[in-house]
């Protein structure tokens, strides 16, 4: 490229050829900036569609280190997989054309399976037949793996969270599986096996956490090496300590956890709104007598728009939280809630089926 710093305009000269210049280097300053720092922030699916743009363009966004960057930069819940038992799983996004995978249903998985959970890209999956296999695959990519047996019988339908932390230090992606189940050896017991994938085998935890609460299927969240379990109380495995206790202040039985801002999170219709709350302070059923300290902080009052609704809101259903972002649903229809922009937009058509679970999802490109 010719050095501008040095090029003179003579005096009476149209300066067109100077302006070309000029507006060719912002092009490619602009252009090298949107390559440099926003194109990884992107989801995968609005990434697909930017290949085309040109040659530099595609070939920075096929390589591999690409792949990783954007799996730690972009971590946004777009979409939320509906997951009926035994019926093919679809997406649900306010967003899709940036947020979409090529098979919502993944039937490029060798056998049909149920999604037990979701973490930055990668996904569980539970066979619905044989030996009930679990699969951990991405579906904008569609790589997978299917695991080895677990030692212990987890059951039908497992209460398995899927645990995956992006580095920016390890380019392989390390994730876990971290399963409650109940204990064959104790009555009111539970017990944990993990699956990790830096030593491609399951291992049951010494850890038993003696309760006469059972754990529900299909559920857990995961927020900052912890994993818990909505019963009667709030069941926490830690992995990095190998402990777990039961939190017994935790009311809210028709509200769902989810993790906001690197906290636990519990989202509950309260009357006509919706009350959101945070884990503020897990030990504090175990201070002295006398303490103020309070578990949960409430952190913000939501009342969908009118507007958008169509009306008066009654029988309301939180059905998943992620991020900033509350789904609700209300009669036989999906609305979602942005906390941070406060504003309410109309998903479609709930399903029928009670049973129905939703699981936060984010579009990523991290590889297998």
């Known amino acids: 490229?010719?050095?501008?710093?040095?090029?003179?305009?003579?005096r009476g000269k149209k300066?067109?050829?100077?302006?070309?210049?000029?507006?060719?280097?912002?092009?490619?300053?602009?252009?090298?900036?949107?390559?440099?720092?926003?194109?990884?922030?992107?989801?995968?699916?609005?990434?697909?569609?930017?290949?085309?743009?040109?040659?530099?363009?595609?070939?920075?966004?096929?390589?591999?280190?690409?792949?990783?960057?954007?799996?730690?930069?972009?971590?946004?819940?777009?979409?939320?997989?509906?997951?009926?038992?035994g019926e093919p799983p679809s997406l649900v996004s306010d967003e899709p054309k940036a947020c979409g995978v090529p098979d919502p249903s993944l039937k490029f998985l060798p056998e049909p399976v149920d999604i037990l959970s979701a973490s930055n890209g990668l996904i569980c999956c539970h066979s619905r037949t044989g030996n009930k296999a679990y699969y951990i695959c991405n579906p904008v990519t569609q790589q997978w793996k299917k695991l080895p047996e677990p030692n212990a019988?987890?059951?039908?339908?497992?209460?398995?969270?899927?645990?995956?932390?992006?580095?920016?230090?390890?380019?392989?992606?390390?994730?876990?599986?971290?399963c409650a189940f109940p204990s064959a050896d104790?009555?009111?017991?539970?017990e944990f096996e993990i699956y990790s994938s830096k030593e491609g085998s399951w291992k049951v935890s010494g850890e038993i956490c003696f309760t006469s609460y059972s754990v529900p299927k299909k559920s857990g969240v995961h927020v900052n090496g912890v994993v818990y379990w909505k019963s009667r109380g709030l069941l926490a495995y830690d992995l990095t300590k190998d402990r777990s206790?039961?939190?017994?202040?935790?009311?809210?039985?028709?509200?769902?956890?989810?993790?906001?801002?690197?906290?636990?999170?519990?989202?509950?219709?309260?009357?006509?709104?919706?009350?959101?709350?945070?884990?503020?302070?897990?030990?504090?059923?175990?201070?002295q007598m006398g303490s103020h300290a309070r578990m949960w902080a409430e952190k913000q009052r939501v009342v969908l728009d009118v507007e958008v609704v169509g009306g008066p809101v009654s029988d309301l259903a939180v059905v998943a939280a992620s991020g900033n972002k509350l789904?609700?649903?209300?009669?036989?229809?999906?609305?979602?809630?942005?906390?941070?922009?406060?504003?309410?937009?109309?998903?479609?058509?709930?399903?029928?089926?009670?049973?129905?679970?939703?699981?936060?999802?984010?579009?990523?490109?991290v590889s297998l």
């Not at 104790?186 to 539970?190: C, H, L, M, V, Y």
């Open 15 to 85: 300066p067109g050829k100077f302006l070309g210049m000029l507006n060719n280097t912002m092009y490619m300053n602009l252009s090298e900036i949107i390559r440099a720092h926003a194109l990884p922030f992107l989801p995968a699916k609005s990434l697909f569609r930017f290949l085309s743009v040109c040659k530099d363009w595609k070939l920075q966004i096929s390589t591999p280190f690409f792949a990783h960057n954007q799996s730690i930069c972009c971590g946004s819940t777009l979409g939320f997989f509906r997951q009926v038992s």
């Open 327 to 365: 789904l609700v649903q209300l009669a036989r229809k999906l609305y979602l809630y942005d906390l941070l922009t406060k504003e309410t937009k109309a998903l479609g058509i709930a399903s029928p089926d009670r049973d129905t679970r939703y699981i936060p999802y984010v579009n990523s490109l």
């Open 245 to 287: 206790q039961m939190l017994q202040d935790y009311q809210f039985g028709n509200g769902v956890l989810g993790a906001m801002n690197g906290k636990l999170c519990s989202a509950y219709p309260n009357g006509q709104s919706i009350t959101v709350q945070v884990l503020d302070n897990a030990h504090s059923n175990t201070m």
């Open 1 to 10: 490229m010719e050095d501008l710093s040095n090029y003179k305009m003579d």
């Open 186 to 190: 104790f009555d009111d017991a539970t």
């Open 153 to 178: 019988n987890h059951g039908l339908q497992p209460s398995t969270v899927l645990v995956f932390e992006p580095s920016r230090l390890n380019f392989e992606a390390d994730y876990k599986l971290v």
